[in-house]
């Protein structure tokens, strides 16, 4: 509490504006942000995962696809930190190059899934009526299909490899999207000045781009943040099921389902990958409560 | 700040406790590997469980396409014929059989005094109500083809049945021995019809009692049962169980007394712990990786050499297969009949280069290697890659889904049109013959896809001809001349990269004796007993 | 002198936050005789409902915190009694009735059910005896059919029906104050009068002592014996009701009572105070109203005045009624207008 | 109320319809030859053309479909291509597996959920709440099949205490049915956490704290009853995605559930048997939100049906 020493009503109003800190949205979003404290580590744990992505391969201490058939599945040790696969690669360095794939798969997915999701939500708001029913209820159908279904036919359909894989991936998001940008498109769009732009004569296509989408951003990025983790469970899952990445790509999934053969001889195949997939899931989720607390205005304090 | 970094080590914590609860037993695994605890397991009852990877489709031998349904049905119905452990044709129902010369008539003297389960006896009416069956192209049954040739069953006498053949077949007596020639209670087949997968009747040691999807199938001893002394257990559950992991674990906390397949992987982990014992024994499974000899520049003889010189077998054994086989030295496995060794093509990078060279072919070769999605069929295929790479060749491993690859694979209509190239795959000839060892896979255009499985698009005229030879004649000694010439020419025109004959791999607890897995994978659980 | 029944002195509540503490209720008191009505009133922000939920330590989920002064209600110090201690006052000794009646019962529970909840809990009632007594209480309120009414959900009766079961809720237990944390403000203009006269003639069978805490100078004037009048936290000035209309002394206050509307009146322009409440977290050092008061003067800004009689029944918190150093006579006179 | 389930009942009619053309276009699309594929591998051509005969597949796909519906409707859902068992039996073979696994996981989980949620909402911002949030993140965020293989390691190979697989006793859901229900009651704590936490700052929270009730009372008796809307939308959406039998930790666990029938024929390309699991699947989830209405109707009172 500041206690103002002025003299007139001026300077008393000059001072208080003064000592009201200029608080940009983003300030305010920072300062929200900083105290979720996991959020906050998470973020640098997902900085830090990104820069994996991008050096990782660079770094590795082996070669992750030179295989070495006098040492294979060896513990973990001090020249192989995380021990050796079934062809004697070192498990750390797929791991680490790994990243790449698993953050591409998930980033692209969900970024297709959040773009598809998007335009058919605001669609759905913005002109309702009919147009908003069927693509509901196509979303609705989309919802109740067994995922799992969804991706054999997908894949089945264009074939094996981690680019269908994504795009198997992105269709699960599309309609979760669709539904969040809905509503939040449904709640701009009552609000009055869109109204007024509207009656003005605006083109529908200015009024979703300067005035509808820019208010739905809140919510995607939260969504997108969240939904990122769960693509890359997803996408673990189906290589799990032999219908992901193609070998001899270290996509953490595959390497845990190869892995698996091998459980109670070489546990360590196994744990790495299942370990990497989960602190990085949990960072994205983490990561994602944390936004959705500092940027949802229901949220105070 | 503080808080969160307790989280995170507290997690930590938890993480490396389950690491260590699950590194321990990687350790019992290595102790175990260099004496075993030697400790039998103890049993009690006369109760078996055996855990198999799938579930049965049917219990009608007739109408079973898959060795894991024919392992069940062989405990309750028998054949004619039937194989010994090394896949010899030993008789079984039958007594004796004589063949006529040009393999078209067969006539078998059966056994007396045997009864079904139903109390119908068996005899030759029996057999000729079954194999009736069988040969009626209106039945719909899965192993008609096997039988379509069969022109004629004739009733001699009471006990003696004589078949006539369409054709010559000379692989008859095996086609006699396969499991699809199993004997149905003609009563049961009168009564239950096309549901009598559902209710066997045979003849076998074990009698039907329950089958159901979710809890498998239950048999009881027949108590009597022909062969005097025998079954020695009381009864049997076969129970499905698809994750490997999760059948050895049952075997190892002695839910389970016999299981099978023993994933390669496990073999060493699990052999002599906990009084379990693995069975390792040769099988007539194959595996290879098939060449489209239509296509560029697998056409050239040299480049298909050159592929088998440039993947070591040793190593194939040693990673993919975790030792457990043998490396492939025909087109078919010792255990099939009339195989003939052929000399291998030893590991050799240089001369595989050379090849390659004068085939013209220059570093930087693309190629697409096709196979299942499971994680042995990908591990196989991950290994060939990386050796192929050491010669040049860049493959593209393509794991499918068995619905898209089968599809794949024969909706071909066109043999030109085959987008094929490399193929991993493996076969088991289930006659235990050499004729459904060859012909199939590479008996020439007959074999193309859609019509059978010659992938490599294999087709050589001296082959084919000697092929039909083997067919044409029940003479011991001319088909073994035929196949052998056979196996010769297919070793050197090399329409496959040859690389191993599978084991047989069986998990038991120590205590369980006369339960063993056939060369072909079937079960046999006939002679089984507890220690 | 009589008995009072509540007793606040110098009551300071406190909030925290990350940009520091403000002082939500600064220094207040205030004496509640039995069958008394005091009324509080000020601006929203100015305190007044926070001081409420402060005598029921109804804090809990604000980040606010009594952080000095007693609040003795019949001799005893609220402030240091514990949780338990103090969950049998409430509801019990003193009850509370709030501000929006839509939202203030619970909508999955029959009216029933959360009458009977409180007089099972204070009264130690049988589920049987609890039930008659919330239905005497409903009648009591002015509800026809309260056995049917008592099997009703809140989302079935109207508001002013809803504040009527929130009377008889907080009425139930014979509760000796009742604090009515603006009951009106939500209501038609008609259902207000009723409900006044409702509290008004329930109270005096009783004996209760009100609380009634409002920014509404027209429901002071019709139910209250005394006022206290708060702005920024701090009470301004306090006097029987009838001194404040005729008299008042703090510019607020007259600001206050000539925004009101006065009835045969010819207004050409409604009159409001010019201004805004000042925001908590940067009052001025001086007197807190001064950015908005007519007659700010050089000290208003320098020093807070302090809460001073100005006749035995009437105080006031201005430097326009103090003995200040200074020539005071022409200040006065330029209060009068 | 009996009207309101008449015309609920009523819609199911034209959904299923519509789900059964959907299902029945999208399996034919998945390029593959359930007649090959149940003949086996060393198959003849005319072994799969007898078996394509068989099996009805020779006919064109439009005749196919008709004879499928027209079946249907008889209530017959055809033969499985597979095992030429009643598509009715093998579904009611594998529902009451997977149904109970689900009941058994839902239960633990919901309840842990609650527990989890509750405390977290009401010590919000302590240690309490950070641990029940970071357990729920972390259990949303297992690979739930590595989890699975993580715990038969554990608690069947390493420790002997459980079986790892299969149905045989009580013990044989301690497993899947935790696995199962990890993320379950990760979801059902976060979503607990975050309605409670809004019914809290309630009116009525209020005047139930100013009417001397204690908090454990306020809590569950007043916050939780009224938090609980939401969730239980969300929980009855949980138990339709779990009753469809999930793939992966029935195929980890070997439960002889729906899943794993599904993911079998799949792998065959068994029509009718796929488009019979849909089909249960669209019936379950339809009647699963109609039980989810009327609790609604049950914890919310201003719901009326009309």
Redo the contacts between chains.
């Keep these: 509490m500041v206690d103002l020493k002025v003299s007139n009503k001026e300077a008393y109003y000059q001072q208080t504006l003064e000592n009201t800190p200029s608080k940009t949205p983003f300030a305010e979003f920072w300062r929200k942000f900083k105290k979720q404290k996991l959020a906050f580590v998470s973020f640098f744990f997902v900085v830090f995962l990104i820069l994996m992505a991008f050096i990782g391969p660079f770094i590795t201490p082996y070669d992750i696809t030179e295989p070495d058939y006098e040492n294979v599945l060896s513990g973990p040790s001090a020249k192989h930190w995380a021990g050796t696969d079934a062809y004697g690669r070192d498990i750390f360095s797929r791991v680490l190059a790994g990243t790449q794939i698993s953050l591409y798969v998930g980033l692209t997915s969900v970024l297709l899934g959040a773009i598809g999701g998007t335009f058919l939500g605001i669609v759905a708001g913005y002109y309702g009526k009919r147009i908003d029913s069927l693509i509901m209820r196509m979303c609705d159908v989309l919802l109740a299909f067994p995922g799992i279904l969804l991706a054999i036919g997908i894949i089945a359909i264009l074939g094996p490899g981690l680019g269908n894989v994504i795009i198997a991936v992105a269709i699960f998001s599309v309609p979760m999207f669709a539904r969040i940008v809905r509503s939040s498109t449904l709640a701009v769009k009552s609000t009055l000045y869109i109204e007024a732009t509207k009656s003005i004569g605006t083109r529908p296509k200015r009024i979703i781009w300067k005035h509808i989408f820019p208010g739905t951003v809140s919510s995607i990025i939260v969504y997108f943040t969240m939904r990122i983790g769960s693509a890359i469970l997803t996408a673990a899952s189906l290589s799990f099921l032999g219908l992901g990445a193609q070998p001899p790509s270290p996509e953490w999934g595959a390497m845990l389902s190869g892995g698996r053969d091998y459980l109670n001889i070489a546990p360590h195949v196994t744990i790495f990958p299942g370990i990497a997939i989960f602190v990085t899931v949990l960072a994205f989720n983490l990561l994602g409560d944390g936004l959705r607390d500092a940027l949802d205005p229901k949220i105070k304090e | 700040m503080k808080k969160t970094v307790g989280w995170l080590s507290a997690l930590a914590m938890v993480l490396v406790l389950m690491l260590a609860g699950c590194s321990d037993s990687g350790k019992e695994g290595s102790t175990a590997e260099k004496g075993g605890d030697g400790k039998k397991a103890v049993k009690e009852g006369k109760d078996l469980t055996i855990a198999v990877a799938d579930n049965f489709t049917t219990l009608d031998p007739h109408d079973t396409n898959d060795t894991l349904s024919n392992s069940a049905e062989k405990t309750m119905m028998e054949g004619l014929l039937g194989f010994d452990e090394k896949m010899n044709v030993v008789p079984l129902l039958a007594e004796e059989y004589e063949a006529s010369d040009d393999a078209t008539e067969f006539t078998f003297k059966l056994r007396e005094g045997v009864k079904f389960h139903d109390g119908t006896p068996f005899n030759a009416e029996a057999v000729k109500v079954n194999f009736d069956r069988l040969a009626d192209p209106d039945s719909g049954l899965k192993r008609h083809s096997l039988f379509a040739l069969i022109q004629s069953t004739e009733v001699l006498s009471d006990y003696e049945v004589k078949f006539t053949l369409s054709e010559p077949f000379g692989a008859m007596i095996n086609t006699f021995a396969h499991p699809a020639a199993l004997i149905h209670s003609p009563k049961a087949l009168e009564e239950y019809g096309k549901d009598v997968g559902k209710h066997p009747v045979g003849t076998g040691p074990f009698k039907f009692v329950e089958w159901k999807p979710s809890e498998g199938l239950k048999i009881e001893k027949n108590p009597d049962y022909w062969k005097k002394g025998y079954p020695k257990v009381d009864a049997i559950t076969f129970k499905p169980v698809s994750e490997n992991g999760s059948r050895i674990a049952m075997l190892q906390t002695g839910e389970a007394d016999f299981i099978y397949p023993v994933p390669t992987e496990q073999v060493e982990g699990v052999n002599g712990k906990n009084g379990v014992e693995v069975d390792s024994e040769p099988s007539i499974v194959v595996r290879y990786m098939a060449m489209n000899t239509m296509k560029e520049p697998y056409n050239d003889v040299k480049v298909r050499q050159a592929l088998n010189y440039a993947i070591n077998k040793d190593a194939f054994l040693k990673v993919v297969m975790n030792g457990q086989g043998e490396k492939l030295d025909s087109v078919i496995a010792p255990d099939v009949q009339f195989y003939s060794q052929q000399e291998l093509y030893e590991f050799d990078l240089e001369k595989a280069k050379e090849l390659l060279k004068e085939a013209g072919v220059k570093e930087g070769l693309k190629a697409k290697l096709w196979g299942g999605n499971s994680s042995s069929t990908v591990k196989a295929m991950e290994f060939l890659q990386q050796q192929l790479a050491a010669v040049g060749i860049t493959v593209e491993v393509v794991p499918m889904e068995s619905g898209t690859l089968s599809d794949k694979i024969w909706s071909v209509q066109n043999p030109e049109d085959a987008e094929l190239e490399l193929y991993y795959g493996g076969w088991s000839p289930s006659t235990g013959d050499a004729d459904w060892g060859i012909r199939p896979l590479v008996g020439g255009k007959e074999a193309f896809p859609p019509n059978s499985y010659n992938v490599s698009y294999y087709d050589n005229e001296e082959v084919n001809k000697l092929i039909s030879a083997g067919l044409q004649t029940a003479d011991e000694n001319a088909r073994a001349d035929a196949y052998e010439k056979a196996q010769k020419l297919i070793w050197d025109d090399a329409p496959w990269v040859f690389l191993s004959a599978d084991n047989t791999l069986a998990g038991k607890k120590n205590y369980l004796k006369g339960v063993y897995l056939l060369p072909d994978g079937s079960l046999s659980v006939s002679e089984a007993e507890i220690e | 002198m009589e008995e009072k029944v509540l007793q606040v002195r110098n009551l300071q509540t406190h909030f925290t936050s990350d940009s520091g503490t403000v002082k939500a209720v600064d220094g207040v008191s205030f004496e509640v005789g039995k069958g008394e009505t005091l009324g509080i009133v000020g601006e929203s922000g100015s305190g007044k409902s926070v001081t409420s939920l402060s005598i029921m330590r109804l804090l809990k989920d604000t980040p606010g915190k009594i952080a000095g002064g007693e609040i003795l209600y019949e001799g005893t110090d609220l402030t240091t009694l514990s949780e338990r201690e103090m969950r049998k006052i409430r509801g019990n000794d003193i009850a509370m009735i709030f501000q929006e009646p839509m939202t203030s019962l619970n909508p999955v529970y029959k009216i029933g059910r959360q009458l009977e909840e409180s007089i099972i809990l204070h009264m130690k009632a049988s589920k049987k005896a609890a039930r008659e007594r919330s239905v005497q209480m409903l009648k009591a309120v002015g509800i026809s059919r309260p056995e049917k009414i008592v099997h009703e959900f809140p989302h079935q009766l109207s508001g002013g029906m809803r504040q009527r079961v929130m009377i008889a809720m907080a009425m139930a237990c014979n509760p000796k104050v009742l604090i009515a944390d603006e009951p009106t403000t939500a209501l038609d203009v008609t259902i207000q009068a009723q409900i006044l006269e409702l509290m008004k003639s329930l109270t005096t069978t009783t004996d209760t002592a009100i609380l009634l805490i409002t920014h509404d100078l027209g429901v002071v004037a019709e139910m209250c014996d005394r006022v206290v009048v708060m702005y920024g936290g701090r009470a301004v000035e306090e006097s029987d009701v009838v001194s404040i209309f005729t008299n008042p002394k703090h510019p607020y206050t007259q600001g206050l009572l000539e925004s009101i509307p006065k009835i045969g009146e010819r207004v050409d322009r409604l009159q409001s105070i010019p201004g805004n409440v000042p925001i908590p977290s940067h009052m001025p050092m001086g007197c807190k109203f001064a950015p908005r008061c007519p007659h700010a003067m050089d000290i208003c800004w320098e020093k807070e005045p302090s809460f001073d009689k100005v006749t035995t029944n009437h105080s006031v918190r201005c430097w326009l009624h103090e003995e200040v150093p200074q020539d005071e006579s022409d200040l006065v006179g330029s209060s009068e207008r | 109320m009996l009207r309101f389930l008449g015309k609920r009942l009523l819609q199911v009619i034209p959904i299923l319809i519509l ?1 059964s053309i ?1 299902i029945f276009l ?2 034919h ?5 359930p007649a ?13 053309e ?2 394509r ?2 099996l009805g597949l020779d006919k064109p796909i439009t005749e196919q479909y008709v004879t499928y519906m027209k079946n249907l409707f008889r209530g017959d859902f055809g033969t499985s291509l ?4 009643s598509v009715s039996y ?1 579904i009611g ?2 529902f ?2 997977t149904f109970w696994l689900t009941v058994w996981s839902m239960l633990w989980a919901v309840a842990a959920g609650l527990l989890i949620g509750v405390i977290s909402a009401t010590k919000r911002n302590k ?1 309490q709440d ?2 029940g ?2 357990g729920a ?2 259990g ?7 989890l699975g ?2 715990l ?3 608690f ?5 205490w459980l ?6 006793s009580w013990k044989s859901y301690i497993l899947p049915a935790f696995t199962l229900g990890t993320g379950v009651a990760a979801v059902v704590a976060r979503f607990t956490r975050s309605s409670l936490m809004d019914v ?5 929270i ?9 908090e454990r009372r306020i809590t569950w008796g ?1 916050g939780l ?2 938090a609980m809307i939401p969730v239980v939308t969300m929980t009855g959406l949980q138990f ?1 995605f779990l009753l ?1 039998g999930s ?2 930790i029935e ?4 439960w ?1 559930g729906l ?2 029938l ?3 024929s ?4 068994d029509y009718p048997v ?1 488009q019979g699991e ?1 089909l249960i ?2 019936l379950e ?1 339809i009647l699963i939100n109609l039980v989810v209405d009327l609790l609604y109707g049950i ?4 719901i009326r049906y009309e």
């Design positions: 789900v959907f999208f399996v699309m998945i390029p593959g030859d090959r594929l149940v003949a086996g591998e060393d198959a003849t051509i005319e072994d799969v007898l078996v005969k068989e597979k095992t030429n068992r093998e073979e594998r009451m597996p240690w950070y641990l949030m970071f993140v972390s949303l965020s297992l690979p739930s099949f590595w293989l993580m038969i390691q554990l069947a190979v390493t420790l002997g079986p790892s697989g299969g149905m045989d809290l700052k309630e009116d009525y209020r005047t139930g704290r100013s009417k001397g009730l204690n007043h009853r009224n339709g469809g793939v992966v195929s980890v666990f070997s002889p899943g794993k599904l993911i079998d799949v792998a065959y390309r796929i849909m699947f669209a989830f914890l919310n009172p201003q």
